[in-house]
């Protein structure tokens, strides 16, 4: 089916929040893991989102060119034309763009769409991250406005984040002092601000300890309850109609309860990129360690193009790295409930 339009995906994260359930969001960087994702999203029965980040758009222009919104582009255009050949809806989103990338990546990526439209062609991408948790809340909100203003226009949706999600990623780190927890009092100033522009839908990544990277079990200590709290004020104050549809970022290491207990309390969305990015690795050096005298010339030797042949290993990683998607479907209970059903 096609790439989900503005009108789908309001309907799938309308459907996901009412019945408990979340969508996995996963980082790709590549054809192959565009190509991975969308496997395990479709043998599962799940409609999901695909997104990008700046580092991994930059890397998927190529190491000579390094151009975030031209490697996003290409991605993009990838999935929009196999999209049809998939059971499924994707979603496509884009992740952590700071407000220093924002002329660099966001900005181009709304006027690609913007040209799109003016020609009649679909939307490129479905929605766009803006990350200001580094900034103080009003600034941070000030920007998101505007955004939100613009993205209005061109049936965008928009992502924001308040609290800041430890740990590091694409070179984004958080200090030592970062705010992991988001209060109540946030989460209405989001409210106040960002609801007044009608017509406009936003998601909003909630912070409850949250932490990027990868690490044991037990080891990222989250509070659900963050999120009820959250959620209970706003719809005190403002009514059913502004209850939020939150974002998970930072999952890996996070137990099977939280995951739960954040999807209940509104979690429609959960960013994964460190655990599909292991098990693609996995997958390659797997096959590398199994088949090393035929992947290498050792000792002079022509080693063995059936081995070292990209497709082969690539084809295993893709392979793996759907399977893991998989699995995030399940752990969020989103496994048979696409729309196309």
């Not at 993205?151 to 949706?157: E, G, V």
């Not at 079990?217 to 939150?246: M, N, W």
Request: with cysteine; net charge neutral.
């Amino acid at each position: 089916m096609p790439v989900a339009d503005y009108e789908t995906f309001c309907r799938m994260i309308e459907r996901a929040r009412k019945n408990s359930f979340a969508y996995p969001a996963i980082n790709v960087t590549s054809l192959t893991t565009a190509n991975a994702v969308l496997k395990g999203l479709a043998e599962s029965g799940s409609d999901g989102i695909l997104q990008v980040s700046t580092g991994g758009a930059a890397f998927a222009s190529g190491s000579a060119v390094k151009d975030m919104a031209l490697g996003a582009i290409s991605i993009a255009e990838h999935v929009h034309r196999v999209a049809d050949r998939y059971p499924i809806y994707i979603a496509l989103n884009t992740d952590h763009c700071t407000a220093g990338n924002l002329e660099k990546f966001v900005i181009p990526l709304v006027e690609e769409t913007e040209k799109r439209r003016a020609a009649g062609k679909p939307n490129l991408f479905t929605a766009h991250m803006f990350d200001g948790s580094v900034l103080p809340l009003k600034e941070n909100l000030d920007i998101a406005e505007k955004l939100l203003e613009r993205f209005r226009k061109s049936d965008l949706i928009l992502e924001i984040e308040a609290g800041v999600v430890g740990g590091e990623e694409d070179g984004v780190k958080a200090s030592a002092a970062a705010k992991l927890y988001t209060t109540p009092e946030d989460t209405l100033a989001v409210a106040r601000r960002l609801n007044a522009i009608s017509g406009a839908r936003y998601l909003l990544a909630a912070t409850f300890g949250n932490v990027h990277g990868v690490y044991k079990p037990g080891h990222v200590q989250l509070k659900p309850s963050i999120l009820k709290e959250c959620q209970d004020a706003v719809v005190k104050t403002y009514g059913e109609e502004a209850r939020f549809y939150f974002v998970f970022h930072g999952g890996s290491g996070s137990s099977i309860e939280d995951i739960h207990a954040a999807v209940d309390y509104g979690v429609v969305k959960m960013n994964i990129d460190t655990d599909t990015q292991y098990a693609f690795t996995r997958a390659i050096a797997d096959h590398l360690f199994r088949n090393y005298s035929g992947a290498l010339k050792v000792d002079g030797d022509v080693g063995d193009k059936k081995v070292y042949d990209p497709r082969v290993y690539l084809g295993l990683a893709e392979a793996a790295m759907a399977q893991r998607v998989r699995q995030a479907v399940t752990e969020l209970r989103s496994r048979n409930t696409t729309l196309m059903k």
